[in-house]
């Protein structure tokens, strides 16, 4: 996990919106439809400027995360967990999942359902589903299972923020 332990959830979710918006931005200027190969590349160029890693992890390097399987499943995960606490209070996880996850064994209108309802939220699915694909062909990971653990790290960390806060109200 590249997230310490002392970033907050809203930290987290800054950097979320960083890598979306960089994502949208790049896709924006591109003026046309990308290409998969265009649409990849700056989903990996998003997630490398979009969040706060560990220097050492990605060397300073451009590109590393097209270059090295482990780095790039390190960071994408912890990239993909800052985007759930960034979409919090505007879609639900589980939402997102259904629009964007492979889920070859659902139907077609279920994700089209799910694109309908994602409203303000569809370039964060634009973003996960540029970022699934080149995890896919890339690298050949698991991105449908990276996507999963992403929420259940986003859960996790929310459910540690309150608890600790309520915590903190009982101590006063």
Request: hydrophobic letters at 45%; aromatic letters at 6%; proline letters at 1%.
């Amino acid at each position: 996990m590249v997230n310490d332990g002392d970033s907050s959830n809203r930290e987290r979710a800054v950097w979320g919106e960083a890598a979306v918006g960089h994502y949208s931005r790049s896709r924006a200027a591109l003026g046309k439809e990308p290409t998969a190969a265009e649409d990849m590349a700056m989903a990996l160029t998003a997630c490398e400027s979009g969040g706060r890693f560990v220097n050492s992890l990605l060397d300073g390097r451009c590109g590393v995360l097209s270059e090295d399987r482990e780095i790039a499943e390190e960071v994408i995960e912890d990239v993909l967990t800052n985007v759930f606490h960034a979409a919090d209070g505007t879609v639900t996880p589980e939402l997102l999942l259904r629009a964007v996850a492979g889920g070859e064994d659902r139907a077609a209108s279920v994700r089209a359902e799910a694109w309908q309802r994602l409203g303000s939220a569809q370039d964060v699915g634009w973003f996960l589903v540029a970022v699934r694909r080149a995890l896919v062909t890339v690298h050949d990971l698991d991105a449908d299972g990276m996507l999963e653990s992403a929420v259940r790290r986003f859960r996790a960390e929310a459910e540690d923020e309150r608890f600790a806060l309520v915590a903190e109200r009982r101590e006063r």
